[in-house]
Each structure stands twice: as structure tokens, then as C-alpha cells.
């Protein structure tokens, strides 16, 4: 076991928490925040939404089923530091191949354990999410503060192109396929593989292209519809993803994810803001307006689309989060167009909104004459 050492998370504001390291050694700076789910940690880690940020869990014991190779929501972890009150000392599970701490350190990801994880939350809760410092190389409080008060912020920092891939893909996997009945191309602002799942399992063939792949290449792919994918960062500095949608408005049908439901906020004239510590967690309850339905949904953003600048009598608000009533759900009267903020695809979380993929395929069915 290797030796745990001191470590200090210092946010912006002058708050100190002071804890014992897991993971890789180091100082990693980011936005603080916490998420409510009592497990799903591998995925938290591995979710690209989360880059640049510092994660909390607030459920006291994490690690206790270990890491394995499946439960991935990319390449690589996402986040810059990860906070926990309690690591399991032990890891029992059938698929497990490493320890929690090991996996930290073998990505270089900074852990900090020993934290008094529900003073962390209710400060954020009450001060909002903030930027912060987590290390293991210094101890001096008021020189961590300091950096954590010149780190960059999330406001106007585009993410995505640090995320999104490089050159185009085609998604495949072991799981079988139903059959190839649609083409979807997945714009990725980085898309979480679940999403890439469930959609190859509906029976679409999945073509994954960056970021900045204009409107007229995608056309070119002939695909029967467009997956707008979850991503990092503030989605009023990314125009260009949001003129590549306004050119494929009415062209295909569009499903947006997260940031995708941002991004078509935007596209059909609207505005986005940032939530004061924002929605992360398994147990978020979502209204579906036309029909009263509440599901509770798996959430992670720290942004939402201003449902009072949607004035267009095209768009319909469709779901509302009945914890502070923001606008979760939208779709286009016209064109075969419709978002949500949450994660339908869950990884980790709930099932209830897995409905909406079959809506998308219906869509493309429609759209298609299929």
C-alpha cells in the first residue's frame, strides 16, 4: 500500500479542507464540485463532461467494487482532482482489475480522502461551485488559495475542442447488433460512450466526427439523423458547433444531450447562463409538461439554456426540473428537432428517460418515410 500523505483542496474564497492523498501526487487546479451519487464513480471519473473540474462525491465510502474495464465513459479519467470522505480498504467485485487508489495513480489523477465531504457540499451549496486547488506538493494555505484564485474559471472557456476527437470514427462493439437500420452521425463535444451504446444497440450505425465538422460535411455523410452530444465547459464559447446546427436545422432529425440541448438553445436564439453549483448527481426529478410524468434522471452541467430568451413560437419547452424549475427539455414544432438536459443513456444512474432514444429512432423513421 503506498503511503498516504498530506493533502490540502483550497477554494478561491479562502476555505480550507485538509486530508490525506490517494491517487497520483501532484496539484491540480479546477472548478469544485459535487456530485450525489451513491455509486457510479468509474464513470464519473471517465465522463469528458467533467474536464477541468474537481469532483466530490458525496456518498462517504467509495472504491468498494474497484475498477474495471468496461464501465467507461472514455479513454482516459476526465476529471483534474477527485474528493472523498472515506476510501474502501476494501475492493470486491467479479470484474474489478484495479484498486480505486491504483487506477488514480496510474492516470495521474490527485485524490484526497479524510474530507468532511458534507461541509464541502453545503459550502458550495450555499457560496456556489468555485474554483479550487487540490494538492499533495504544498501545504501552504494561503499560496494554494492564491492559485486557486488565478486558475481559470469555466466562463467563456471552450473545452470541447480539448475533448472532441480528432479525426472521424465509426463505432463498433462486441455486443450485438439488431441490424443496421439508420445512419446517425454523433457530433462530439465529448460524447459519452453510453450514449454511442445505445444508440449502436437501437440498431444505428454511429459515425463519430469532431467538433468543428462543418454542416456541409456532415450532409455529405448522408446520415438519417444527428446526435448532439454532451460536453465540457461554457457552450457560449463554442459559435461554431452552434453554425453547424443552425445549417442542419430542418435537414435531419437532431437529438440533443447535455450540452447538445445547449447548443440547440442557442441555435434556435436563445441564451445560456451558468447554475450557481449546477445539477450532478442520480436523483434529479424532471416534469414531462405534456403529459405530468416525472422521471427521475442521471444530470451533470453546470449551465442551462434561459428558458425566458426561447421566444420563438417554433420551440416547445417540454420538461422542467422540479428541484429549482429550470428548463430541461425542448423540440421544434416544425422540424424533426427535439433536446434534453439530462442524461437519458445514465451511465451512472436511472433508466427512466431511456425512452428517448426510441423517440430518436421513431424521428428518423418519420423523417424518412421508413
Not at 86 to 95: A, D, F, G, M, Q
Not at 206 to 223: C, D, F, Q
Amino acid at each position: 500500500m503506498r503511503l498516504r500523505v498530506k493533502a490540502i483542496l483550497a477554494l478561491e474564497d479562502g476555505r480550507i479542507f485538509r486530508g490525506k492523498s490517494f491517487g497520483a501526487p501532484g496539484e491540480r487546479t479546477g472548478e469544485v464540485v459535487f456530485n450525489t451519487s451513491m455509486t457510479g464513480y468509474q464513470e464519473i471519473l471517465t465522463d469528458p463532461s467533467y474536464k477541468s473540474q474537481i469532483v466530490t462525491m458525496t456518498y462517504p465510502l467509495i472504491g468498494n467494487y474497484g475498477v474495471n474495464d468496461e464501465d467507461v465513459e472514455s479513454s482516459r479519467p476526465q476529471v483534474e482532482g477527485f474528493v472523498i470522505k472515506e476510501l474502501s480498504k476494501i475492493t470486491s467485485n467479479w470484474r474489478s482489475r484495479w484498486g480505486l487508489a491504483d487506477y488514480l495513480h496510474k492516470n495521474n489523477v490527485v485524490g484526497i480522502e479524510g474530507i468532511d465531504t458534507r461541509a464541502v457540499t453545503k459550502h458550495i451549496r450555499n457560496s456556489g461551485a468555485m474554483k479550487a486547488v487540490i494538492s499533495t506538493e504544498c501545504l501552504d494555505e494561503g499560496v494554494l488559495v492564491k492559485r486557486a484564485q488565478d486558475a481559470p474559471g469555466l466562463l467563456g472557456r471552450d473545452l470541447v475542442k480539448e475533448v472532441t476527437c480528432k479525426e472521424p470514427y465509426q463505432w463498433s462493439e462486441c455486443e450485438a447488433n439488431p441490424g443496421t437500420r439508420f445512419k446517425v452521425v454523433a457530433l462530439d463535444c465529448g460524447v459519452k460512450l453510453n450514449i454511442i451504446r445505445k444508440l449502436y444497440q437501437a440498431g444505428c450505425e454511429v459515425t463519430v466526427v469532431p467538433a468543428r465538422t462543418p454542416a456541409k460535411e456532415i450532409i455529405g455523410l448522408n446520415a438519417d439523423g444527428l446526435l448532439l452530444s454532451n460536453g465540457p465547459g461554457d457552450p457560449a464559447a463554442v459559435p461554431y458547433v452552434v453554425e453547424t446546427v443552425k445549417g442542419l436545422l430542418g435537414k435531419m432529425p437532431i437529438f440533443g444531450i447535455c450540452f447538445g440541448h445547449q447548443i440547440l438553445g442557442q441555435a434556435f436564439g436563445g441564451k445560456t447562463y451558468k447554475l450557481k453549483f449546477g445539477h450532478r448527481g442520480g436523483n434529479q426529478p424532471v416534469k414531462d409538461l405534456a403529459t405530468g410524468k416525472v422521471s427521475i434522471t442521471s444530470q451533470n452541467h453546470g449551465f442551462c439554456v434561459n428558458m425566458e430568451s426561447i421566444t420563438s413560437d417554433q420551440i416547445e419547452l417540454t420538461h422542467i426540473n422540479l428541484n429549482d424549475q429550470t428548463l430541461e427539455g425542448m423540440r421544434h414544432k416544425q422540424h424533426p428537432v427535439f433536446s434534453v438536459q439530462y442524461h437519458p443513456e445514465a451511465s451512472p444512474g436511472p433508466n427512466d428517460a431511456d425512452y428517448l432514444f426510441k423517440e430518436f429512432i421513431q424521428l428518423m423513421e418519420r423523417f424518412s418515410g421508413a
